[in-house]
């Protein structure tokens, strides 16, 4: 692990917005929180490195991390992007086996960990944990299976629409539009869609002339919703 500086321990108040421990006691988060280790990380830091030994699990308590790998060519491939309130590294303490991909952290973040024996032990010892991180892996599976069905069945440019819609879905305003903040880069969005950065530059440009999208460098307004999710299923010319 890549960390910029080992914090002492922090606040159980900094864990609280960790979905899977919504369950714990005030006295539960306070025990949790003398347990684990804290680090803060500049943008950029490697986290964790794909195939090797599983040896801890994080708990975002602030920022944004990615999770991505590379293909024997290079070419990079986003599993997710995971936020404030998420975990990563309970597969490989699950099963024992080598981690899947690389984390990176997107922005200044706050990580709290425990290892991987410590965090089974938790587990066992607090069953509705244990429900909460199996209903989020649940989630994380459906989310995998449909991005298969679209890498199988839809052009480039229609997952280039399917992703900006999954990105827009929790910032949704009344009027029918929807804001992505902070955007992410053409190379990672073409990462997240398995296309090229020029793909996604020719798209966000259709979109930006048929007055569905507005971008600058805080964010993407999707102007109209309905009429982007129309697109998504649309056969379109190449």
């Known amino acids: 692990m890549n960390s910029d500086s080992k914090t002492g321990e922090i606040s159980y108040q900094s864990l609280c917005d960790i979905r899977i421990l919504a369950s714990l006691t005030e006295q539960e988060f306070t025990q949790l929180a003398g347990t684990c280790a804290w680090h803060r990380h500049r943008p950029g830091q490697e986290i964790v490195v794909q195939d090797t030994p599983c040896d801890e699990v994080y708990f ?33 303490a699950l099963d024992g ?19 991987a024996e410590a965090f ?63 955007p992410p880069t053409h190379a990672d969005l073409a990462s997240r869609t398995n296309t090229t950065r020029e793909s996604v530059t020719r798209e966000l440009n259709r979109l930006k002339k048929a007055g569905l999208l507005e971008a600058d460098r805080s964010h993407y307004k999707i102007l109209n919703v309905a009429a982007l999710a129309d697109l998504v299923n649309r056969p379109v010319e190449l």
């Open 97 to 115: 086996q080598p981690r899947v991909s690389f984390v990176v952290t997107l922005e200044e973040s706050l990580l709290s960990s425990l290892s």
């Open 60 to 92: 975002i308590c602030s920022g944004r991390v990615s999770a991505k790998t590379y293909s024997t060519t290079g070419k990079e491939v986003t599993y997710a992007e995971l936020h404030a309130g998420d975990h990563f590294g309970e597969l490989s």
């Open 120 to 182: 089974n032990a938790f587990l066992e010892a607090h069953p509705g944990v244990m429900r909460a991180l199996l209903t989020d892996l649940a989630g994380r599976v459906r989310a995998l299976d449909e991005k298969i069905f679209e890498f199988s069945t839809l052009s480039s440019r229609n997952r280039i629409h399917a992703e900006l819609m999954r990105l827009a879905d929790p910032q949704r305003h009344e009027d029918g539009s929807a804001e992505i903040a902070p």
